[in-house]
Structures are given as structure tokens and as C-alpha cells.
């Protein structure tokens, strides 16, 4: 148990897991994560499998990474407390009176003489280094009086405050992901959706895209409701960068895309042998729509936002972006069939379209309409305000061990008659330079102060 | 007048000090060092006109691609120089640390960088861009300076013991090593980690999600870590630490740089 004890509050055992998890990270970044089986074997043949059973594919959610960060937050808090311990007593409970050679063996040091009695030098020196921000405590023993003063005393555990932020961090880390989930709303302009695991629901009530003027996108808008036993709550605009919070639920605009299930679309129907021939039609899904002066009904049974031929020849769609779609068509005259068969809108002269009977009409999809669909992003984290503590204290930490050093200063005074002979000493855990000129200025101020 | 040419002033002004510093370092006469000084201090007063001016044409922070962000990253630097000259007077190593900044500018203005403004991304229209990105380039200035002082004080070193003399002492190269990534460190976990992982928790709803470029930063972080850690804790200094440096260094311009080229992942824009 000790000597566990004792290679947990080794920093070497810190130094090497330091090291074997910036490698394991880095590897994470060489491999790519949370892909299919599939893509694994492409990419490394044999090895996928051994990769895999290895986790080196979820690297960051192994057990074994996961092990690795939890024994570094182990040894962390070893070390730690291990330091801690007499660092506060040295900071609640300083050793006041000192030997004269501990003080000469300090690269900070001066001896001065003043012409007063041991009470008021002792005074003035107080007031000196309280002038300087000094916290000073004092003992006496006969004709000697020992002060020991300090300031700055949070730079002797700036790296505990970071430790400590550091460890509230993966605290944060672990309650949000055990505690933590995320989940994506798929909505159109009007739905209301359930929120998992919730007890409030959320409407789109509008969802819009801004462009720039050259086209690209400038911001996704998606005004959500809240509402509790169907009434509405709160509304608001959400924005990528502007989420909303409600209950611990945060909600972003993460994606969108459109509702290709029921798309409305606009068909010109014309003649080959009659070119003054146009008729105009709106067709919906499986509505068949009568042409205008013909006998003939017209429906549309599929629509495919960018049409593309598989592999085994089926007909599928490459993407949700309406980069090339495609209408299937039906002509009936009655109960009989007499045409079937693809148009593209991008490609209005190659019509896929198969004649039962003789026909001279051709069709063209002249244009396509269908709701946008915002994808929000839903999550819990009940981890993330201790992340941001974690952060605050890792940042104070920070500040406090680099440009706060705590400084020290000693005396020993000793009364003699109407003299006092003072032997001065100092020391400064960062930044020795500077100390040494406070130091000077003190010293020279009490030298000179009557 | 406009945005280029203010680059193009600044890039011959940053030339102009470079030049002067080295003129200085082998004639070892301080006055061409006080020129150079004078050189990099305007080019860095015009370079800030031309991010201002980038800024106002642009409508955004001026680092949102590789062209800009290259020339903020040499604007920090020069910056961070500035304050290092003040703080802990270290001339001679200026030359040395110029040619980072001059190897910038020349990335920055070759054809490989499309100049054009393009409009922000959605993702990308957040105040926290301006706050992310400017505070860890800073961090990463300080990092750049320490790498050449690391560099310097390996040849320093092994120059002090064949018993030759040296133009800076391989001590001073050492603290100033140190003492720059005192203020990198605390920049860089302020901008790169802490920020960053406030700015993806509004823009993406997750604090850390391990993309490349955060297991990057983190990566370089771990590094430095490593640095405070062996030299505070165990008592290295010298060649020990001025290599730790260095691979934190290199680190950091994978992380800046090279998971741009060599890794996808979100943030694929910058």
C-alpha cells in the first residue's frame, strides 16, 4: 500500500503518462475515428482487425485510454496532496524565529544598524513592509525580535489551482459522458416534436436561409418554440453560434436540407409536331392532375432530389442536395397506362419516357419545390459548468504561479541598549530580479527612516 | 492605398529590419541593430493598418483563411519580439527570430494563398473568432521565439564547452527560453484550449469532441506541460529543456499548419 502510494505520487510517473497519452492522442489523429468496418478494411486491409479488437478505431472512448486518463487524474491528486500538506503549514504556520545563519546563507541579505531601541525599530520595520503589501508575524526572546513577512502567498500553490482545475475538468468529463447525450431534431416549417427524455416539446415555427450575394450561405434561422402542456414558453431565433437553452437541453442549429418526400413540382407538357403546344401543370406525389384539353391524367410517383444509377443498376440519390432531380411520370387515359418513365429537370431533352401507345406529347419537370427542413441539434451535459469552473481555476492557477511568486522576508533584531542591529534576508519563488529591488528599496527605506 | 500594398510596405520594412539586425550581429555595432529595431516597429505600425484596413473591407476578423492568418500570426510575432526586447533585452537573438517572421510574410504572400476575402461561414461568425484566435497566435509567438532561443542555446552550449566564446551566454538563452514560454503557456491554454472549448460548445454543442486540431492543441499543451514539469519539478534545464522546446514548438506548427494539409476534421476552414 505504501509503496503504491509512493509510485502514484512519483512525478516520473507522471512525466511517463504524459507521455504515453500525448502518443496515444496523437495516434487517434493519424487513424481515422468511429468509421465503418468496412472503410477499415479498404484503408488497412489485414490489419483492420487487429486495429479494432486493439480499439485503436475509438481510440478516445477505449477502455483503455479512458483507463490511462483516470490513472493520470489518480496520480495528479497523489501528487498533489502529497506537496500540499506542507505547503500549508508553511503558509498558515510559519517558523518565525530563525538561526542568524540560515539568513546569511541567502543570496538576499543585509545588515543594517539604527540608532533606536528594539520597540520603535521594530515598529518602523513593521510599517516598511506593511507599506509593501507584507503580512508580518513576530516573535520575541529576550532582546531579539524575529519577523517574518510574506506576500503573494497563492504563487506558492498556483500549480495545485491548475491540478485542481484540471482534475474538476475530467470530473466534468466523465458526468458528461455518462450523464450526457445528443440527439438530432429533423423538423419542417410547423412540426412539433417530442424531446427525448423531456417533458416540454419543440415547434419550428420558421426556418429560413440567408445568402450572400454570391451565392453562398450566410446563416441557417430556425425560430423554435418551447411548449409546456401544449402552451408555447419561450421563443427564439436560433443560429449556428446562438443556441438555445432550456432545462439543461441545449438546442443548435446544426444542419438542414430539405423534405424530399412530398415535393411539388411544375411539368411542361408539350408536342413534337406542335411547337405552339404548351400546357403547364402542378403535380403533387401520387395526385394525378387531367392535361388541359387532352384526355390524359398525368401523376407523379417518385421524385429523387440528384438522381444517380447504382452499382446493381438501381435507381437511387447521391445526396439531400438538388443537384440533379428527377421526376418519374405516368400518363393514363382512363384505367390504361400509356406512357411511364424519368425527366430531369437539368436535362430536359433526355426523357427516359416508355410509350405503351402512340403519344406525341413530351415533358419537361421545369421546376421543383419542397419544405426545407432544419436539423437541430439537441444536448445534455451536465458536465459542462464544471468544465468552465475547471477552466477558471485552471487559468487563476496559471497566473498565480507565474506572476504571483510569493516572496519571504526574515529578520532577526536584536536590542542593544539604544541600538537595534537587524540582519535581513529574503527569498522570492519566481522572479528574483525584481525581488531583489523591492528588497533593496525596503531595506534602504528602513536604513534611512527615522 | 490599399490592403496589399499596406502588406507589401510592411513585408520590405520587415525585410529592412532583418537586414539591418544581421548587419549588426556581424559587425557588432549597436547601431544597426537600433535601425533594424526602428524597421520592425514601423513595419509592425503599417502592418496593423493593413489587418485594420482587411478588417473594415473584409467584415470580419482578419483570420479566416491561411493568407490572413499567416500575416496575423507574423503581426504577433513581431509584436511578442517588441515585448521580449523590453522585458529581457536579448538583441542578438533578434535576426534569428526575424526570419520566422520573414518566412511568414513570404508563405502568406505566395500564389498557394488565395488573398480574396471570402464571407464567413456560418460556424465562423461568432466574437468568439476574434478571441480564439488572436490570444493562441500570441501564445504561439512566444512559443516561436523560445524555439529559436532553444536553437541558439544548443549551439551556445556546445560552443561554451570547446571553451569558445559566445555572443550570447547559453544561460541567458536559457531563462529567456523559459520565461517566454511562462507567458506563451498561460496564452496559449487561455486562447487555444479554454476559449476554444467555449467557442465550440456554442457552435457545435460539445466542449471537446477530439477533432484533429484539438487533440492537436492539446498535444502541444502536454508538451509544454512536460517543459514546466521537468524543469520545476525534477530541476532540467539546458539541453533537456531547450529540446522540449523545440518539439513543443514544431507541435505547435503541426497544430497550426499541418493538420490543416495532412488531417480532416472540423475545422477544416482554418
Known sequence: MKSLFKSLSSVKLAIVLLIIITAASGLGTLIPQLRSHDEYFARYGQWANLFQRLQLTKLYQSWWFIALLLLFALNIIVCTLDRLSPKLKRSFRPRVSVEEKEIAVLKIKEKLKKHMNLDSARELVKRE???????????????????????????????DIVHLGILIIIAGGIISGIGGFRWNLTFSEGRILEIPRADFKLKLDKFETEYYPNGSVKDWKSTLTVLEDEKPVLTKIVEVNHPLSYKGYVFYQSSYGWDWTSPSVEIWAKKRQNPSFLKKMELKIRERVPLEGEDIEVSMLEFIPDFVIGDQGQITTRSLEPNNPAAFIEGWQGEEKIFSGWIFAK????????????????????DFKASQVSVIQLSKDPGVNFIWAGCIFLMLGLLFAFYWPTREIRMVMEGIGNKTEIIAGGIASKSKDAFQSEFAKITESIRRSK | MNESTLFLITFILYILATVFYFAFLFSKKENPAKTGFKFAFAGLLVHTLALIWRTVESGHAPFTNMYESLSFLAWASILAYIVIEWKFKIRKAGPYFMLIVIALMALASSPLMPKEATPLVPALQSYWLWLHVSVTLLGEAFFAFAFITSILYLVADAKEKRGEKTGLSAEKLDSVSYRCIAIGFPLFTLGGIVFGMVWAYNAWGSWWSWDPKETWSLITWFVFALYLHTRIVMGWKGRRSAYIAIIGFLAALFTYFGVNYLLTGLHSYA
Not at chain 1, 129 to 154: C, D, G, I, P, W
Not at chain 1, 347 to 366: G, M
Open chain 1, 129 to 159: 513592509l506593511s507599506t509593501k503589501h507584507y503580512r508580518v508575524r513576530e516573535t520575541q526572546e529576550e532582546n531579539k525580535s524575529f519577523l517574518y513577512a510574506r506576500k503573494r502567498v497563492l504563487g506558492w500553490f498556483g500549480a
Open chain 1, 347 to 366: 436535362f430536359p431533352d433526355f426523357d427516359r419516357i416508355h410509350s405503351e401507345k402512340e403519344t406525341d406529347l413530351t415533358f419537361e419537370l421545369k
